[in-house]
């Protein structure tokens, strides 16, 4: 079956553009989460939804990041006013249930320059 | 969540063994052990969970003692393809939906 996609796979934006990045996860999953990486890092998780609903919005680094998830499939990251340390691959996963004993399966991710 | 040590990087040859361990002297009763794999421009794939004694599957087996604060994947008779960045994350089951990603370990397979 299909796995998770994202889009656009390279943004390349100039400073203070907003930037919005698609996720479609995987049919049936309820849960779905967002990270990014920096070049050469570790991942960074930044917020997860449980159906449409985000109780927990603190790992977003800023309050020019938003994202929100419709129909309890497809979720939306917004970036707002770019900087340039914005620039990283943002990944999306999705697993079945909101519990860690579930794998998360991961998109290809969506590489954004900021220039 | 229980913070986790892993080497930065190793290196082996095609053929070989691989075994990377993972330290998390403070994993709770109820965490799981999960490792994933991450090649270059792809994002992180599930290798195998475990909670404790061993666990195997087609692709690892996962080795976890009895008090828990570590454990070692093991990769049989690596090959080029298994290059790659290798995560071990602890967590709760109930709660710790947030993965939380340490640095990982960089594995070079040579010819």
């Known amino acids: 079956g299909a796995g998770v996609s994202q889009s656009p796979s390279n943004k390349v934006t100039e400073k203070g553009k907003d930037v919005e990045l698609r996720c479609d996860p995987i049919?049936?999953?309820?849960?779905l989460y967002w990270y990014r990486q920096s070049l050469g890092q570790g991942l960074e998780f930044l917020i997860y939804?449980?159906?449409?609903?985000?109780?927990?919005k603190s790992g977003l680094p800023s309050d020019r990041f938003s994202a929100e998830r419709t129909g309890g499939s497809v979720s939306t990251l917004t970036i707002q006013r770019t900087q340039q340390e914005d620039s990283a691959v943002y990944l999306c996963?999705?697993?079945?249930?909101?519990?860690?004993?579930?794998?998360?399966?991961f998109g290809p991710g969506t590489r954004l320059t900021v220039t | 969540l229980a913070k986790t040590t892993q080497p930065i990087s190793m290196d082996s040859y095609e053929g070989q063994e691989v075994n990377i361990t993972c330290s998390h002297n403070?994993?709770?009763?109820?965490?799981?052990i999960t490792w994933y794999q991450q090649f270059p421009s792809q994002g992180p794939r599930f290798i195998i969970q475990?909670?404790?004694t061993k666990v195997t599957n087609e692709v690892a087996s996962l080795f976890i003692p009895a008090d828990r604060k570590s454990s070692t994947l093991s990769l049989p008779r690596v090959s080029l393809s298994d290059t790659a960045v290798y995560y071990c994350?602890?967590?709760?089951?109930?709660?710790?939906?947030?993965?939380?990603f340490g640095s990982g370990t960089r594995l070079l397979v040579r010819p």
């Open positions: 939804f449980q159906g449409n609903s985000a109780p927990d």
């Open positions: 403070n994993i709770a009763t109820n965490d799981y």
């Open positions: 475990g909670y404790k």
């Open positions: 994350l602890v967590g709760a089951a109930d709660s710790s939906y947030k993965l939380i």
């Open positions: 049919s049936g999953h309820t849960a």
């Open positions: 996963a999705s697993s079945l249930a909101l519990v860690s004993s579930y794998e998360q399966y």
